[in-house]
């Protein structure tokens, strides 16, 4: 198996898993499909301090949502990438390194601020942070130029 093929497959494997997150995030805390509490191991490890805090939205919009919609881009870039590897390299390149700086903040409010830690949210941030390292390591010749 090709290196890049390999890349590829782990890219769309964080995009669903971090995906995944977001979508059980939207499940529990918009439309109550799954309990709320099914996230909470205990009093420091809760999902949903971190998710019904004001910290938890942008321009009114909850940032889930903006995870349902960053890691499928994410994946349809992946697959992309084979066909315009220079453009979707530029695109996953930059887009991961603005989600990891958000992440960054995200996991600084969650830890000092709300003073809980979301498991979902964590899931989240791994996920980004995986392919912000897989940008790196596939689309190296776009920090190079």
Do not use: D, Q
Request: charged letters at 10%; proline letters at 2%.
């Amino acid at each position: 198996m090709k290196r890049g093929n390999l890349l590829n497959y782990l890219f769309i494997l964080f995009g669903i898993l971090g995906l995944g997150a977001m979508i059980y995030s939207y499940l529990a805390f918009s439309i109550n499909v799954v309990s709320k509490n099914s996230c909470s191991i205990n009093p420091e490890v809760s999902c949903e301090p971190v998710i019904m805090s004001s910290y938890s939205t942008l321009l009114g919009i909850k940032l889930y949502y903006y995870g349902m919609a960053f890691f499928p881009l994410m994946i349809v870039l992946a697959l992309l990438s084979k066909k315009s590897e220079k453009i979707t390299g530029y695109l996953i390149s930059y887009l991961s390194v603005i989600a990891a700086g958000i992440s960054v903040y995200l996991i600084y409010t969650e830890i000092f601020i709300i003073g809980h830690i979301c498991i979902l949210c964590t899931i989240g941030h791994i996920s980004i942070f995986s392919i912000l390292i897989l940008s790196l390591a596939r689309f190296k010749f776009v920090w190079k130029e």
